[in-house]
Nanobody
Framework: QVQLVESGGGLVQAGGSLRLSCAAS????????MGWFRQAPGKEREFAAR????????YYADSVKGRFTISRDNAKNTVYLQMNSLKPEDTAVYYC??????????????WGQGTQVTVSS
């Protein structure tokens, strides 16, 4: 069992930056690939980024590539999402997920409660 708690969301102006954190419980964190998803108002949840269990491999949705960076610190049981050059269309609730691969949310077993990111124009 893995419990995930996101933090770091907030209100930021377009062009600004935020860093999201996802703290995981459990000693098996380092064995789980991790992902970040987001859900904008009125839209379905969508994939944003993922990282392998070791951190050596990352993958991004085209919409965030070049602006967002996913990373992890297995010693701290934490995965991060650094978001730069934010746009109003990045406004969403951001969720971290564990235990899955690929870009489909159905592949992921554990989910956090989400953190709101709002980007003003």
């Amino acid at each position: 069992q893995v419990q995930l708690v996101e933090s770091g969301g907030g209100l930021v102006q377009a062009g600004g930056s935020l860093r999201l954190s996802c703290a995981a419980s459990g000693r098996t964190f380092r064995s789980y690939p991790m992902g970040w998803f987001r859900q904008a108002p009125g839209k379905e949840r969508e994939f944003a980024a993922r990282i392998s269990s070791s951190g050596s491999t990352t993958y991004y949705a085209d919409s965030v590539k070049g602006r967002f960076t996913i990373s992890r610190d297995n010693a701290k049981n934490t995965v991060y999402l650094q978001m730069n050059s934010l746009k109003p269309e990045d406004t969403a609730v951001y969720y971290c997920a564990a235990g899955g691969v690929g870009t489909l949310e159905s592949n992921y077993e554990y989910w956090g409660q989400g953190t709101q990111v709002t980007v003003s124009s």
